[in-house]
Nanobody, 124 residues
Framework: QVQLVESGGGLVQAGGSLRLSCAAS????????MGWFRQAPGKERDIVAA????????YYLDSVKGRFIISRDNAKNTVYLQMNSLKPEDTAVYYC?????????????????WGQGTQVTVSS
């Protein structure tokens, strides 16, 4: 069982930055790919970024490319999402997810473990 705890959300003005963290608490974190998803009110949950176990393969949603950076520190069992140049349309609950395979994936059903979510609100 993997427990994921997100932190770092909050309220920020457009153009600002936030850094989300996701700490995994499990011996079996090793070898897991990780992803960040988000869900805005009235919308489906979508992938934002994903990273494989080694950190060598990364995927980004087109709308966040050049603004968001996903990274991981396997020694600390932690994955990060650095969000820069935030826009009001980035407002959502952001979820961290872990996949029981080393390769990154884009679909929600491919992830076995989920955090509780952290709210990100970007004001205009």
């Amino acid at each position: 069982q993997v427990q994921l705890v997100e932190s770092g959300g909050g309220l920020v003005q457009a153009g600002g930055s936030l850094r989300l963290s996701c700490a995994a608490s499990a011996r079996t974190y090793s070898g897991y790919a990780m992803g960040w998803f988000r869900q805005a009110p009235g919308k489906e949950r979508d992938i934002v970024a994903a990273i494989n176990w080694s950190g060598g393969r990364i995927y980004y949603l087109d709308s966040v490319k050049g603004r968001f950076i996903i990274s991981r520190d396997n020694a600390k069992n932690t994955v990060y999402l650095q969000m820069n140049s935030l826009k009001p349309e980035d407002t959502a609950v952001y979820y961290c997810a872990a996949r029981r395979f080393p390769d990154a994936a884009r679909m929600e059903y491919e992830y076995a473990y989920w955090g509780q979510g952290t709210q990100v609100t970007v004001s205009s």
